[in-house]
């Protein structure tokens, strides 16, 4: 059973910055597309930024210009690096393929409050 493991989270005052990792097992995050994701309370998961194998990037509008998706294949990880956070970032933060194929892991809490 795969299993991603987000962490990184935090609370964080709004302006602040945060850096979010996700391992995943085996080649997963070197072959797939991969997506961070997160869910704010009461609200459905939505895709936040994804990475192509190649490195091409997509981000949501509500985020551009502010996050930004990486990854490093040898360490098998992906990174969201979040600048500029707004207390409407407040959600837990997934990864997971891009469109989701594995099951999702707990996520990692992001909070932004002064």
């Known amino acids: 059973q795969v299993q991603l493991v987000e962490s990184g989270g935090g609370l964080v005052q709004p302006g602040g910055s945060l850096r979010l990792s996700c391992v995943a097992p085996?080649?997963?995050?070197?072959?797939?597309?991969m997506g961070w994701y997160r869910q704010a309370p009461g609200k459905q998961r939505e895709l936040v930024a994804r990475i192509s194998t190649s490195g091409n990037t997509y981000y949501v509008d509500s985020v551009k210009g502010r996050f930004t998706i990486s990854r490093d294949n040898a360490k098998k990880t992906v990174y969201l690096q979040m600048n500029s956070l707004k207390p409407e970032d407040t959600a837990i933060y997934y990864c997971n393929t891009g469109p989701p194929l594995f099951n999702w892991g707990k996520g990692t809490q992001v909070t932004v409050s002064s």
């Open positions: 085996g080649s997963i995050s070197s072959i797939y597309v």
